[in-house]
């Protein structure tokens, strides 16, 4: 494995920085993992770039690896195996089910299964966020800031838990596997299990001078605060994944997502179906009869809509592309209005006459009750 130039595998400069091998490698291995690219030597460069990334990423591997040309040193430790053969290497990940692409870096780095060796890079945890939308915010969208607490990496020590100036070194009882034989006496006789390393819990390295702002642990509390750009249409209890705006991960593996769920504020006047709004609107009779062109209000401004004579109670109209925007797909949903002829309650006498005349014009004999519905209603109660 001498002849590998890790740094060509990752397409990297010699010099590349911590952030810049983790982007490297991210890239590449989306590029190339099984899962995506089914052509021929796809699996074997994916399997070539985890291992370049294994020990690029790791500060001792690849000061190893500059010197000697191997990540185990002139004599190496722990004998042949290394960095290799498992946990990111050969298997977990090639087999089963990923729910497509996104998924492939939670399941690579997070998921896994029993599979996973103690000191791999995992995903950080991911993150909820709930924001309050009024109901034109939702329909158009807004940019805004917001600021949670979570785990980052220590600014202090980059993540490494090692006092500024001093690096963690292999751990010196699991020879960083992060894995120990334990042997253990049974009734059945000495039986030997693989535990995970009690010394550096896992993570194959020894920290002798602590970082003292984070003491130890690569991480910190912080109050992170990000720009959040709310897309036009979202509806309530949809959510939305900001990449890596989650907790940092453990083992230098990346940030979990945040997840922001929306809620959205109901309307007075409107209602919503997905990109389609409704709108109630009463008429008088005199309107639907003869038809008319009224003002209609919509979240876009108010526009025309003309009634045709003869309108009945509970007509829909549509006004085309006055709803709301269609987030999966183009466009913009309708505004459905909903018109309700509405029965005048009380009528001076010049509005009686002309109802008269209206229906002596129909052949009808009407008789008027005297009085509006509330007088009939409390005469009812006095008898
Ligand atoms: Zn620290
Ligand atoms: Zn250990």
């Known amino acids: 494995m001498a002849e590998k130039d890790y740094y060509e595998t990752l397409g990297v400069a010699r010099d590349a920085d911590d952030a810049a091998i ?27 770039i985890n291992e370049a990334y294994q020990v690029l990423s790791d500060p001792q591997k690849r000061a190893a690896y500059d010197q000697y040309g191997s990540a185990d040193g002139p004599q190496g430790f722990g004998g042949g195996q290394g960095f290799g053969g498992q946990g990111f290497g050969g298997q977990g990940f090639s087999s089963q089910g990923f729910g497509g692409f996104d998924d492939i870096f939670s399941q690579f780095f997070g998921g ?21 939308l009024t109901f034109t915010e939702a329909i158009f969208g807004k940019k805004t800031k917001i600021s949670y607490d979570r785990d980052a990496v220590c600014h202090t020590c980059g993540g490494s838990g090692a006092k500024p100036g001093t690096s963690p070194v292999t751990c010196s009882k699991c020879h960083g ?6 042997q253990r006496n049974t009734p059945l006789g000495a039986m030997m299990s693989r535990e995970v390393c ?24 912080e109050r992170h605060t990000i720009d959040v750009t709310v897309p036009a249409g979202v509806e309530d209890g949809q959510q939305m994944r900001l990449r890596e705006a989650g907790e940092a991960g453990q083992n230098g593996g990346p940030y979990g997502d945040l997840f922001i769920v929306f809620r959205v504020a109901e309307s007075a006047k409107y209602k919503r179906d997905g990109s389609t709004i409704y709108l109630s609107l009463s008429i008088s009779f005199a309107q639907a009869a003869l038809g008319d062109a009224i003002k209609v209000d919509t979240v876009h401004g108010p526009v025309e809509l003309k009634i045709p ?37 009380s009528l001076n006498q010049k509005q009686k006459d ?5 229906a002596a014009a129909s052949g009808e004999d009407v008789t008027p009750h005297e009085g509006s519905l509330f007088d009939k209603v409390r005469d009812a109660f006095k008898k």
């Open 198 to 221: 009690d010394v550096c819990h896992g993570t194959g390295k020894e920290i002798k001078d602590k970082c003292v702002d984070c003491h130890g642990t690569g991480h910190q509390k």
């Open 354 to 358: 002309a109802l008269m005349a209206f």
């Open 112 to 132: 896994g299964g029993g599979g996973q060796a103690p000191n791999a890079p995992r995903q950080g945890a991911d993150l909820q966020y709930r924001m309050d």
């Open 309 to 345: 004579a003869g309108t009945q109670t509970d007509s829909k109209f549509r006004l085309r592309g006055k709803g709301a925007p269609r987030l999966q797909g183009a466009g913009t949903g309708d505004q459905i209005v909903t018109v309700t002829v509405k029965t005048p309650k």
């Open 22 to 48: 983790k982007r490297a490698f991210r890239q590449m291995s989306k590029k190339y993992h099984p899962d995506i690219n089914h052509e021929p030597g796809a699996e074997q460069k994916f399997k070539e």
């Open 177 to 182: 596997s992060g894995y120990i034989q334990v």
